[in-house]
Every structure is written in structure tokens, then in C-alpha cells.
């Protein structure tokens, strides 16, 4: 998916959602355990009820994973479920992946074209050659991990590195690497007040934002100091979307909560 066609659905849907299926056996409504394939049949419902309020899904792998070959087969399910139903929705594989280039460009092909996602997070600690081989990838979109919504994010991010901090670092140096059109960031909504500094290194690249509901994050702090001119904004919801209720109501709950978030973004795009 191109860039301008998700600002084109973010100015339709008065949206800038992206709804985190970070989908846990362990809290799903019980009767859904008793289905063949209860994550896919959780994500379904949640999917079916909410995508009109929102514009990108980003199911964390590691909650998938968890459940080994059933798992990646729920992944599957759900990413093609979204490509056939909804091909207008942007779809964000958090994986977190990045390793040598003949490693990385084969985590690019299982993310990319196996499965079929529009993006895919990547952390950037092993630098260029890491990360160019998700970039060479056409209509396709590389996040990389800049500050992260978590306490850890102090340990190394903010660490001042020649003069700068690494977060800045990342920022600047990835902005030289081949095709960086393709590239994102995560900045997490708990750091808001960084993201002024932020956009007068990146002013239009797209941010995608976690840590809005249960880590705390400022949805109006968020959009104050990051929205940039074509809106540059994807706030994840995962948790206060998903478990809003674990009653056999749970989609129209997920989906009363998602509306929620949808019309305090359509204000914030009025604003501007
Ligand atoms: O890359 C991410 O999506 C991510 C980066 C970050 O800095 N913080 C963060 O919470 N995330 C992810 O965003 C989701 C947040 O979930 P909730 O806190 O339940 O909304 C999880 O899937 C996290 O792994």
C-alpha cells in the first residue's frame, strides 16, 4: 500500500487507528475456546466489528508464536482474512526482526510476501545492512524502532552517542539508507513530549504510536506535538480495544471502545 492511499483512508474514516491484535487465549471469551482455531475466530469477530473506525491492524507476532504451529496458522488466517475482506486496511506485522542482510532479507519475504503484511517493525541496533533489505521492497514499509513507549527505552535510546541521543542517531542515520521513502517509526505515546524534537528531524515521516490506554500515553498530547501536515500518525490500541469486555458481547464492546478513540481523532484531524 502506498503512502498517500493510508492518508487517503485516515482523511475518509476521520481515523488514524490501528487496532493491536495482541490476541491471548489466556483472556478471550471462554466459549471461543471451544472453536477449531479460537485466536483466528477472536480476531474475526474483532476485525468485522471494528474496521470501519479504523485504518490499520497490527497483530504482535510473539502472542501468535506463543502458540507455535496453530499460531503462525492463526497469523495466516487473519492476515488473509484482512487482504481479501478489507485490502483497503494498512496492515503492520510486529515483529521486531532485523539481522544480517541474507537473514533479514529472508525475514523480509516471510513478512512481505508469504504472509502478505504491509509493514513489519524492525529494530535497528545492527544498522544499515539490516534494515535495506526490508526498504527494497515496493509499496512496502520498514518501522523502525526509534523511542520506545517502555521504562527500558532509557537504558540505550536516550543515551547521548556523539553528541546526540541514539534515538536522534537512528532518526538521522536511517534517513541516508537506500529507499528510506519506505521507512516509519515507532515512537511510543508515553514519550510524547520528545516528539517536537522528533519531527524537526523527520517533519512527514509516518510515526506509528503505541502506549495510548493501558501503558498511560496522551492521545491529544500525541497528536499536539506529533501530527505532522499529511496526518503522519497510526495510534495503536491494543488491549483497551480488544478486552473490552471477555462477555459473548466482546466484539461490539471492542468496538464501542475503538469509536471512542476514533471520534476524539476525527476531532483532533478538525483542528487542523
Ligand atoms: O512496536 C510496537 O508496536 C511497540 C513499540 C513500543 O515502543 N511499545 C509497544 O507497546 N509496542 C507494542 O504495541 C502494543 C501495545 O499494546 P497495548 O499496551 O495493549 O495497547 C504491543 O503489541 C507492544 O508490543
Redesign the pocket.
Known amino acids: 500500500m502506498t503512502t498517500d492511499f493510508l492518508v487517503g483512508q485516515i482523511r475518509k474514516k476521520e481515523s488514524f487507528l490501528c487496532i ?1 491484535l ?1 490476541t491471548d487465549l489466556d483472556k478471550v471469551p471462554k466459549h471461543l475456546l471451544k472453536e477449531e482455531d479460537p485466536i483466528f475466530a477472536f480476531n474475526k469477530a474483532i476485525i468485522d466489528a471494528t474496521h470501519h473506525l479504523c485504518v490499520a491492524y ?1 497483530p ?1 507476532t ?2 501468535y508464536e506463543a502458540y507455535g504451529i496453530k499460531g503462525w496458522q492463526a497469523l495466516e488466517k487473519t492476515i488473509n482474512y484482512l487482504n481479501i475482506n478489507y485490502p483497503e486496511i494498512f496492515t ?1 506485522a ?1 515483529a ?1 526482526r532485523g539481522d544480517i542482510g541474507n537473514t533479514s532479507t529472508r525475514y523480509a519475504k516471510a513478512f512481505f510476501e508469504d504472509l502478505g503484511f504491509d509493514s513489519v ?1 524492525i529494530a535497528p541496533y545492527m544498522g544499515r545492512d539490516s534494515v535495506e533489505p526490508f526498504l527494497a521492497f515496493k509499496d512496502k514499509h520498514t ?1 523502525l ?1 526509534a ?4 521504562m527500558g ?1 532509557f537504558d540505550f535510546q536516550t543515551k547521548m552517542v556523539d553528541g546526540k541521543e541514539l534515538y536522534k542517531q537512528v532518526l538521522e542515520i536511517s534517513k541516508t539508507y537506500e529507499n528510506s521513502e519506505n521507512l516509519m517509526y ?3 505515546a508515553t514519550k510524547a513530549t520528545f516528539l517536537t524534537e522528533i519531527r524537526n528531524i523527520i517533519p512527514n515521516s509516518f510515526l ?1 504510536v ?6 498511560g500515553g496522551s492521545l491529544a498530547e500525541v497528536c499536539r506535538y506529533g501530527m505532522s501536515d499529511n496526518v503522519g500518525l497510526l495510534v ?7 478486552y473490552a469486555s471477555d462477555q459473548d458481547n466482546f466484539a461490539q464492546a471492542s468496538a464501542e471502545k475503538a469509536k471512542e478513540l476514533q471520534q476524539e481523532m476525527s476531532l483532533e484531524l478538525k483542528k487542523r
Open positions: 493491536g495482541d497490527k504482535n510473539a502472542f503492520i510486529d521486531k517493525t518501522i524502532l523511542l520506545t513507549s517502555n527505552a515507532v515512537v511510543g506509528l503505541p502506549g495510548v490506554g493501558v501503558q495503536n490500541s491494543s488491549r483497551g480495544i480488544i
